[in-house]
């Protein structure tokens, strides 16, 4: 009985890889690596390569950089309507993209409630690098935060407390007691939220649209190929594989998050004491 | 030298926290059961809670006024804190641990608290024992004028406990700073306190000597905290200069104390004797119940005979052949007891 339900299991586990690793499995069967790499000399893919890393990279530094602060406040502070914030932060998560692009046009296009204004003084948004920013942000940056207030609130609150009592203020002691001991969570929360960043199709599409060189990412431009050339398609969603693989190896194997910053913050110490 | 001044109130769950304090060059031990109050008491001392009311100061400096408004900040009080879990950093060596206030005495306080062999280690990876002299090392390495212990020994096993009580003691008095350490264990107290306040629902209802409590309990929750035997009577008749009790369960005690009404008798296990039978001493009062538990505690047993807890030495339990279910006859003077109002 016990060897027929360990089979089972083992059956329905190798069914559920199987449907997902096939898809992706097919692609590879189709693009021979000649043809992938003739498709880095195709100036459009390169392109949409450079725009889909300059966004994505600048859209994640804005993510660590505000949505780090954030999740360590929600996580520490108990307020009125701290239940209301947190729902509000993770509401992005479960609405359609679409939803997301035509919400970023009534806000910031021309039309918009801040078109009007933002046009008074020059800047216009939409169909820009900004746009696929903003676009990557709203849909992306929820996958972190969550993901970092769950991390800050599984630290130890006595050791924040013991931190204090020992005389270091709550900047340095966010900085070298919550800080590494939520690495783990906030490495495994940022990994998450730039490959989702990294994949933004239906935000981007509406919000900033797919001008090459400008505005067109590498999703964008899988979708753009699909009725002109379908190899390039499928060379360029081989691409967008590889480059995710890329961002969730380096994740895990920057060889631990926690000792990584704590080495990193030992060393910036000594070169501040000495 | 230093003192500390402390006159707090804050509304807890279910009571209100209520305390004056001034606590010298000394260990001062804040006794009482789990809930009391007390660990609410140390962290408004370091400022990790800012109480309703109350002012706290250490000689001339003012580290909580509510009236005037002042409370400076836990990293402006000059605390070691002590956590009862000693709340060491995880991701830290014990020397970073140590060096977390200040690195310049790392390898001196390493060495004072024998942990230089551990010094790359992390606390994980450390006993109960090391933990808290981790803990102690990093407390003190900030030179902090005030020291605080949350339950010194509660995270550490039976064994470890009788050794690291004798090191903190020798420690506490060696460093003679104010201290402030809370525990709900009375030995703990009184190895470690020359004072020792008995907190009961946010207030003290005791502040003495661990001898002081011991000898004169100013209620029935101080005896039996301190240790003491709690047989609940009728204090009847006073005559010759004793008082005789009655007790619920029948039979009579006497006591040289004097108190009328309902009183409970308190008498401390090693003021009891056990006998086969009956002694003709001068002990007047005699409990004749069976054996119903043994312990042996070290070079002592402690035998239940019936309510009552008395201690013996192994060699006398052994000499009587003392065993579980024996019916024996337990006695005590009347001098040896204290009677105590009940409600």
Redesign the interface.
């Known amino acids: 009985m016990r060897r027929l339900f360990d089979t089972g299991l083992a059956l329905v586990c190798g069914l559920a890889l199987a449907f997902l690793v096939f898809p992706l499995l097919a692609i590879f069967l189709r693009v021979t690596p000649v043809e992938l790499f003739s498709q880095l000399g195709n100036e459009a893919a390169v392109d949409a390569l450079v725009v889909s890393l300059k966004t994505s990279l600048i859209a994640h530094a804005f993510v660590l950089g505000l949505g780090t602060p954030a999740a360590y406040l929600l996580a520490n502070r108990r307020f009125r309507g701290r239940a209301v914030v947190v729902t509000l932060v993770e509401l992005p998560l479960v609405l359609p993209p679409a939803v997301a692009g035509i919400a970023l046009l009534a806000a910031f296009g021309r039309q918009g409630l801040l078109g009007g204004t933002l046009d008074a003084i020059g800047i216009s948004i939409p169909f820009t690098q900004a746009a696929v920013v903003l676009a990557v942000l709203v849909v992306a940056s929820p996958f972190y935060l969550r993901a970092a207030i769950a991390a800050f609130e599984a630290v130890?609150r006595?050791?924040l407390?013991?931190?204090?009592?020992?005389?270091?203020?709550p900047f340095r002691t966010f900085l070298?007691?919550a800080l590494?001991?939520a690495a783990g969570g906030l490495g495994a929360g940022s990994t998450l939220a730039f490959a989702r960043g990294l994949g933004e199709f239906g935000a981007t599409i509406m919000f900033a649209g797919s001008l090459q060189g400008r505005t067109q990412t590498l999703p964008l431009m899988i979708y753009a190929q699909l009725d002109q050339d379908f190899d390039v398609a499928l060379a360029v969603g081989a691409l967008l594989i590889l480059v995710s693989l890329a961002v969730l190896l380096a994740a895990k194997f920057i060889p631990s998050w926690?000792?990584f910053t704590?080495i990193w913050l030992?060393r910036s110490e000594r070169s501040i004491?000495s | 030298m230093d003192e500390l001044h402390l006159d707090l109130a804050q509304p807890l769950r279910a009571f209100d926290l209520e305390l004056a304090l001034d606590v010298g060059a000394e260990a001062l031990a804040i006794a009482g059961p789990s809930g009391a109050g007390k660990t609410t008491i140390l962290?408004a001392v370091?400022?990790?809670v800012t109480p309703a009311r109350g002012r706290i100061a250490l000689d001339g400096e003012t580290w909580l006024d509510t009236e005037r408004g002042v409370s400076l900040?836990?990293?402006e009080?000059s605390?070691?804190?002590v956590?009862q879990?000693y709340?060491l950093?995880?991701?830290?060596t014990v020397a970073?641990n140590v060096g977390?206030?200040?690195?310049a005495r790392v390898p001196e306080l390493l060495e004072r608290f024998r942990i230089d062999h551990l010094a790359k280690a992390r606390p994980g990876e450390l006993s109960g024992g090391e933990r808290q002299r981790v803990a102690l090392a990093?407390?003190l390495?900030?030179e902090p004028r005030v020291l605080l212990l949350d339950e010194p020994t509660a995270a550490l096993d039976a064994h470890t406990r009788a050794a690291v009580r004798l090191e903190l003691r020798d420690l506490l008095h060696e460093i003679g700073l104010p201290t402030l350490l809370v525990t709900h264990d009375f030995e703990d107290a009184a190895a470690l306190a020359a004072r020792v306040g008995v907190l009961v629902e946010g207030r003290i209802v005791q502040l003495g000597s661990p001898t002081d409590l011991v000898d004169a309990p100013a209620d029935a929750f101080v005896a039996s905290f301190t240790g003491g035997n709690l047989i609940p009577g009728l204090a009847s008749r006073r005559e010759r200069g004793l008082t005789e009790v009655a007790l619920e369960t029948g039979g009579f005690l006497y006591s040289t104390d004097e108190l009328e009404g309902r009183v409970g008798v308190v008498v401390h296990p090693w003021e009891i004797s056990v006998a086969r039978k009956a002694p003709a001493d001068s002990a007047l009062n005699h409990v004749r119940a069976p054996i119903l538990a043994l312990t042996p505690a070290g070079n002592r047993v402690r035998v239940r005979v019936g309510h009552l807890t008395a201690e013996v030495t192994a060699a006398s339990a052994e000499r009587l052949g003392l065993r579980q279910g024996d019916v024996v006859v337990a006695s005590f003077k009347a001098t040896a007891t204290r009677l105590v109002p009940l409600a």
């Open positions: 130890d006595n050791l407390d013991a931190s204090r009592t020992l005389g270091a203020g070298r007691v590494p001991l926690t000792s704590s030992s004491s | 962290r370091a400022g990790l900040r836990p990293e009080r605390v070691g804190f956590f879990d709340a950093f995880p991701h830290l970073q977390f206030a200040a690195r990093r407390a390495a900030r």
